[in-house]
């Protein structure tokens, strides 16, 4: 993590015209990005701290743009620095998903469906052509990190016959992927993502945040996000009826949907495994080892199932898990 230089935020914020605050730390993420709350006597604020050495704001800026121009609840941006990095943002508060649901999950299916809601209607939406393509080849280099990392977290060998298996059996699986349905793909669309706005209805009650790296891909991509969260166990019963909620409210045809879900929840799952060992032996937050077997359970129940989608990776993955 690199630290806030508070004397270039300080100056970023007096000059626009914003004095007599406080600056209170509230979160980091899993990149070099962090979050603080400006405190005035009349209103409140979040500061983005994303290290133009490391970090990019331009993508976060535009997608917020785009979602906004939708009237999707992404945060209003008030002021930018871009040489300096810093994004002066509307606050949402505190009511993530994950705080809400941490000691009762009675709401848990509403806020999700609400979730899901916003995911249906966003797939309705034109779509931004500046955003990427989620393609094959990015799809294969997200897996690529479960090689580079979760084997070495692992100490486990990969030789070189089985990394071609590997790569070829995954473009196979990237073949089958629907490529006529492509929509904007959020693509941390999870609990901690996730704000709840208690004065906005349906679908708007729900805060957008961490989408700085949309691309243009599966419908079911952000979906497996939701459902399938590295960071908190949802009610079995509720991931069933939400899945068949969102199929029958967007009309999507169930076997490639179903095709679709089941090969993006495999890659994503893998890839997360990687991300995970990589942000334990790189950067030193040791406290994502303790999000991994989640994960390795998303990825175990899915290549044990009698899908015949994965009779031949499965044998692979199994040898180094």
Known sequence: MIELNYKLAENFLNNN????????????????????????????????????????????????????????????????????????????????????????????????????????????KPINTEIPLYNNATLFREVLLFIDWYLLLKNKIISKQQKLDYKHLWFDLFDKLDKKNNVVVLRDFHADNLMFLNNRLNYQSVGLLDFQDALIGSPAYDLVSLLEDARRDINEKNRHDLYNYFLNQSGYEKKQFDIDYQI??????????????????????NYYLE???????????????????????KKLLKNLL
């Open 17 to 124: 015209k914003i004095f007599n605050y406080e600056i209170i730390k509230i979160a980091g993420d899993a990149s070099f990005r962090s979050y603080y709350r400006i405190n005035t006597d009349k209103n409140s604020y979040i500061l983005m701290f994303a290290p133009p050495s490391h970090e990019d704001i331009k993508p976060f800026i535009k997608i917020d743009q785009y979602l906004l121009n939708n009237n999707f609840s992404a945060p209003i941006i008030y002021f930018i620095d871009e040489k300096n990095g810093f994004i002066l943002l509307e606050d949402f508060g505190d009511k993530t998903y994950s705080k809400i649901l941490k000691n009762d999950n009675s709401s848990e299916f509403n806020l999700y469906k609400n979730a899901c809601d916003l995911l249906i209607a966003m797939h309705q």
């Open 264 to 285: 993006l929840s495999l890659q994503r799952n893998i890839k997360i495994l990687g991300i995970f060992a990589r942000l334990s032996i790189r950067d030193k937050k």
């Open 291 to 313: 999000l991994i077997p989640r994960v390795l359970n998303f990825v175990i129940t899915r290549i044990d199932s009698d899908n015949k989608l994965f009779l031949e990776i």
